[in-house]
């Protein structure tokens, strides 16, 4: 009896953890409430409430939340669920804490499938499912390359830098042969990121490849910690290794492909969120995959929310990552490191 | 009922054998111990015991089956393997690495239950580390991480242990606390293969030996009989002495001219 009060008692130690996990999965909401009163057109809360739940309010105004920004924002903080989610799983299976969402050359790929539907001139639709088969194919192409040469890890990384930066010059081969005038200015702005004019059509797939990926991962969150052991070891431990990272690569490789293909290449949310997030909750993807998520769901919608208010016109998101991203999160990682925590 | 491993042959590189026709057996209720020089094979051997590694030749049979028709599931749920060192990139706590042991026990999208972590804490005061259970594994020093890894195999409950080198890094007294540990598991039934570079462990607390050299068996039998100053002198290369005392206690000891 003694030995089971101080198991249940070691086991309800991680409620601090649990707590942090609980605010940094809730945090989106209140932005994304409050992202919907910033824009160009100023709307008060009354309106925006009214808008949202029922109630009086101008049709323009009403039209406005609903359609245009209110996508916007889902998009924005689904994307940002993706990559974060995504580049917390792919640390953990790569036992890498240097590694991101990109590592497998999904977004070279989606950017080649984007530059291809604007130079065969699709629309937007077009443009986003190419981007998100173009993802696929170039994980694919990664995943068949390392099986093909023995499976383990550090092949899987070479093959998906290989594939990357194979796609990199389709991409450029690509604007190579693009309209200057026309095409290639469309394609440069993709490559920089960016979730303007996006419309519930385009919402509606992201959502449901992010429930997907997020929930499969989610469910997967004991085993995920055993596949940061070496692979003998989690082969020791009766883990079906190679599948079980396969499913896992899968899940992930969904999420990337889908958020890329709404918002372009958009670096640096995939390395430094799951950081962040495991310095806060620790490394139990129990907590590390809803705290990514909502982190990086808040980071992007902020980051969003400069790119389409600071200027007259849009800035790019993935400049905006890097500019005030990196800086930023340099230095909070220095004080982590100089207080003896954190890179470990 | 029995851990069988016969004829046993392993390349990594084609053609270059680093085992070549082992054939060892370790019963429930006893401790075997593997001794040879760096790179006679012996973590080899370990690993194609456990299913991690498949031999080119020769077969595993665990209690009359062979080990490789097994799911990876059921091998882990009757030998656990644990190696010498943790290898992860992020700091788990010593209580976390430890319920990692319960892992076929554990259905794919479940986490350890109450029962388990009781069985992890119970290994942790096994080894002595009770007190650094939520310690970041990655901030312990090598002995402690050696005990929290000894901590998980006997917490995976499977009939048959595997240990590489489970004295090494290890004080005398945390030596002793491991090995004796492990001795009294063996009483309960548990049959364990443990490689050491230390003859004394084997002498103490050691049911059969397996000595090795290149890859090939070069004795067999008990640790009298198999760890003999001559056998000693061909697996290493240098001469020992064996020194005595009337009861019958044994020790082995590098000759040194003084």
């Known amino acids: 009896m003694r030995a089971k009060g101080r198991g249940a008692e070691r086991t309800s130690w991680p409620l601090r953890r649990a707590g942090i996990t609980l605010l940094l999965g809730l945090l989106p909401l209140p932005l994304i409430l409050g992202s919907l009163l910033l824009g160009r057109k100023g709307l008060s809360p009354s309106e925006v409430w009214a808008s949202l739940f029922g109630g009086e309010v101008s049709e323009t105004a009403r039209a406005l939340v609903l359609r245009v920004r209110l996508p916007r924002i889902l998009a924005a903080s689904l994307v940002g669920v993706n990559l974060a989610v995504s580049g917390a799983a792919f640390q953990g299976i790569f036992r890498n804490p240097l590694v991101e969402s990109r590592i497998l050359g999904v977004s070279s790929g989606a950017a080649l499938g984007a530059a291809l539907a604007m130079v065969f001139r699709s629309g937007p639709a077009g443009v986003q499912t190419c981007a998100f088969l173009g993802g696929l194919l170039a994980a694919g192409l990664a995943i068949l390359l390392g099986t093909a040469f023995g499976g383990g890890i550090l092949v899987l990384v070479l093959s998906g830098v290989l594939v990357s930066s194979f796609f990199s010059s389709l991409v450029s081969l690509v604007k190579y042969f693009a309209d200057p005038y026309v095409q290639l200015p469309g394609i440069t702005f993709w490559l920089m990121g960016g979730i303007s004019s996006v419309l519930w059509r385009d919402v509606m797939p992201l959502a449901v490849a992010s429930s997907l990926g997020v929930v499969g991962l989610f469910l997967l969150r004991w085993r995920l910690n055993l596949l940061t052991l070496s692979e003998a070891e989690a082969q020791a431990l009766g883990l079906p290794v190679r599948r079980l990272r396969f499913f896992v690569i899968a899940l992930g490789t969904l999420l990337t492909a889908a958020a890329v293909s709404v918002s372009g290449v958009v670096g640096w949310i995939g390395l430094i969120v799951p950081h962040a997030a495991r310095a806060l909750v620790g490394p139990d993807h129990l907590f590390l995959i809803p705290a990514s998520a909502g982190l990086g769901a808040a980071i992007l919608l902020l980051f969003d929310n400069i790119a389409r208010t600071a200027l007259p016109t849009e800035i790019p998101l993935d400049i905006l990552t890097g500019l005030i991203g990196v800086p930023v999160f340099f230095v909070l990682f220095m004080r982590q490191i100089r207080r003896g925590g954190g890179w470990k | ?258």
């Open chain 2, 1 to 258: 009922m029995s851990l069988l491993g016969s004829n046993l042959s392993f390349a990594y590189v084609p053609g270059h054998y680093v085992l070549s026709e082992i054939t060892v057996e370790v019963e429930r209720g006893e401790i075997l111990f593997l001794l040879g020089a760096n790179g006679s094979g012996k973590t080899t051997l370990l690993e194609c015991l456990c299913g991690v590694r498949v031999p080119q030749q020769g077969t595993v049979l665990l209690d009359g089956r062979e080990l490789l028709r097994l799911s990876a599931r059921d091998r882990a749920k009757h030998v656990a393997y644990v190696p010498q060192f943790p290898e992860t990139a992020f700091p788990y706590t010593v209580e976390e690495m430890v319920v990692f042991g319960r892992a076929p026990h554990v259905g794919p999208f479940g986490r350890p239950g109450r029962r388990d972590w009781e069985r992890a804490y119970r290994a942790l005061a096994l080894v002595g580390l009770d007190g650094l259970s939520r310690r970041p594994i990655t901030t312990l020093s090598g002995g402690e991480k050696r005990l929290a890894l000894i901590a998980r195999g006997i917490a995976q409950e499977a009939p048959y242990l595997l240990l590489d080198e489970p004295d090494a890094h290890l004080d005398p007294a945390n030596q002793h606390r491991v090995l004796s540990a492990i001795a009294n598991l063996t009483n309960e039934g548990l049959g364990v293969v443990a490689t050491t570079h230390n003859p004394n462990s084997a002498l103490l607390y050691g049911k059969k030996v397996l000595l090795l050299r290149a890859g090939r068996t070069l004795a067999a039998g008990s640790p009298n009989e198999a760890l003999s100053a001559e056998l000693l002198q061909e697996a290493y290369g240098i001469p020992f002495q064996i020194v005595g005392d009337p009861i019958g206690l044994r020790a082995i000891l590098p000759r040194v001219e003084r």
